[in-house]
């Protein structure tokens, strides 16, 4: 298990998904599951970043596993910011066009979509968002 500790600013999302991706590389991650992971992180740690702390400032760890049985990675992003689980919204109705969809929710619910597992818990005081990508 391998982590990151940055300050949570959308400047850092580079950084973060270049830790993770050298985690992936280990394992020849392929390149459609290296994607969605990457938009997930730009998602999540970009909320994190525009919301956790707001107005204060804070720091966000990116912690990343990789399973072998099966082949998996477990990234959490974990944050002492503001309780917030974004996985107790309803999802978008995708149904709708964009100018009758209310604002917010489409980027959770495209992690939820692309990912083979999301959860949330909040625990001694940190928000610990965890994705699970089967490789």
């Given at each position: 298990?391998?982590?990151?500790?940055?300050?949570?600013?959308?400047?850092?999302?580079?950084?973060?998904?270049?830790?993770?991706n050298r985690?992936?590389?280990?394992?020849?991650?392929?390149?459609?599951?290296?994607?969605?992971?990457?938009?997930?992180?730009?998602?999540?740690?970009?909320?994190?970043?525009?919301?956790?702390?707001?107005?204060?400032?804070?720091?966000?760890?990116?912690?990343?596993?990789?399973?072998?049985?099966?082949?998996?990675?477990?990234?959490?992003?974990?944050?002492?910011?503001?309780p917030y689980?974004?996985?107790?919204?309803?999802?978008?109705?995708?149904?709708?066009?964009?100018?009758?969809?209310?604002?917010?929710?489409?980027?959770?619910?495209?992690?939820?979509?692309?990912?083979?597992?999301?959860?949330?818990?909040?625990?001694?005081?940190?928000?610990?968002?965890?994705?699970?990508?089967?490789?």
């Open positions: 298990m391998e982590e990151l500790t940055v300050e949570a600013v959308v400047e850092n999302i580079p950084l973060a998904t270049e830790f993770v985690q992936l590389e280990a394992f020849q991650c392929p390149v459609k599951a290296r994607v969605q992971i990457d938009i997930a992180i730009d998602e999540l740690f970009g909320n994190i970043a525009l919301y956790a702390y707001h107005p204060e400032a804070g720091s966000v760890t990116v912690r990343v596993e990789v399973t072998e049985e099966p082949l998996a990675v477990i990234i959490a992003f974990i944050d002492n910011g503001k689980d974004p996985l107790a919204n309803q999802n978008p109705d995708t149904a709708l066009s964009a100018e009758e969809r209310e604002i917010g929710g489409l980027g959770i619910f495209m992690v939820k979509k692309s990912m083979d597992e999301v959860s949330y818990h909040y625990k001694d005081g940190q928000n610990i968002l965890t994705i699970k990508k089967n490789i």
